[in-house]
């Protein structure tokens, strides 16, 4: 699987019910940030969490990083229709030589609400 | 605070032709990043630029792709002698400084090569 790799590939829920989209990467990182993409727009930072964190909050979103499964979660709670969008997560390089500007993003989960 | 502004939104160009894409990054940014979103997949990093410089070009393919971010202007993308593989949205982004802490992005220029 590649670096930043979101599962699944496409989630179809209704409005007022959670939203839960995993990823998963394979090197080590320093941070890890999840950005929401609505058709034929660009890319918007939802949240960035650090390697040290395990857990951080923003409004409606909750996102989780376990290092030792190199795997992150981003839930929505309380859904809207207005959340459908690819939801893309995207890890830096870690420590290799201190290119943690470079981004490697997923294929992304698009996320449908119904209302 | 205009964030990050990218024209055109939308280009087509023959086969052949040349392309050039534009990037005005945020106010105070000097950092700008390019990305490249083919149909169905996920951003692939191309270059990366500070005023004047090229600081990492690895993601950008050995011929025909140049980039410049001038001391004045915005930076600018240019692919030579485009085909239809080309054919992909680029994303401008950039930030206050070198690492990252949540990159703004412009809305893309969507190329077509027809």
């Given at each position: 699987s590649q670096q930043g790799e979101e599962d699944p590939q496409a989630l179809s829920i209704q409005e007022g019910e959670n939203a839960t989209m995993n990823c998963s990467y394979k090197t080590s990182i320093n941070n890890l940030q999840w950005y929401r993409q609505n058709s034929g727009r660009g890319l918007v930072h939802l949240i960035l969490i650090r390697s040290n964190e395990r857990e951080k909050h923003s409004g409606r979103l909750r996102v989780t990083l376990d290092t030792s499964k190199k795997s992150s979660s981003l839930l929505i709670t309380a859904?809207?229709?207005?959340?459908?969008a690819s939801y893309f997560c995207a890890t830096d390089a870690?420590?290799?030589?201190?290119?943690?500007y470079k981004l490697t993003f997923g294929k992304g989960t698009l996320l449908t609400v119904n209302p | 605070n205009a964030g990050v502004m990218q024209n055109p939104r939308h280009l087509v160009r023959r086969r052949g032709q040349e392309a050039r894409l534009r990037c005005s990054p945020m106010k105070g940014h000097s950092h700008v990043y390019w990305y490249r979103q083919l149909p169905e997949e996920g951003l692939k990093f191309m270059v990366y630029l500070q005023k004047e410089n090229?600081?990492?070009?690895?993601?950008?393919?050995?011929?025909r792709f140049s980039a410049e971010f001038p001391k004045e202007g915005p930076s600018i993308l240019r692919i030579q002698q485009?085909?239809?593989?080309?054919?992909a949205a680029y994303f401008c982004a950039s930030s206050p400084?070198?690492?990252?802490?949540g990159y703004t992005f412009g809305s893309g220029t969507r190329l077509t090569v027809v």
């Open positions: 859904s809207r229709a207005a959340d459908t870690g420590n290799s030589g201190g290119s943690n | 090229i600081i990492d070009e690895s993601g950008m393919p050995k011929e485009v085909v239809r593989g080309d054919s400084g070198g690492t990252v802490y």
